[in-house]
């Protein structure tokens, strides 16, 4: 493996992770802010609403995984 495929591939486990839905929901959740952002709404909340939305799913399924 080249150096820049070392690279791209340590970017790509530490964006995504174990988890490639909280990374997929924080990607949502940025361009959901930008959108608000462009509106007379202010955007400040999104993500801290976002953030716990994501946690709480997280451990939901993590739960719920040990339990098998």
């Known amino acids: 493996m080249t150096s820049v495929g070392r690279v791209l591939r340590g970017v790509w486990d530490f ?3 174990d988890d490639w839905l909280v990374a997929l929901g924080v990607a949502v ?3 959901a802010t ?3 952002a462009t509106s007379t709404v202010p955007a400040w ?3 801290p609403v976002a953030v716990v939305g994501l946690l709480a ?3 939901r399924r993590a739960a719920r ?3 098998r």
Do not use: K, T
Request: charged residues 10%; neutral net charge.
């Open 15 to 17: 964006v995504v992770g």
């Open 29 to 31: 959740a940025i361009a």
């Open 34 to 36: 930008a959108l608000v």
């Open 45 to 47: 909340w999104v993500l």
């Open 57 to 59: 799913d997280s451990l």
């Open 65 to 67: 995984g040990s339990r």
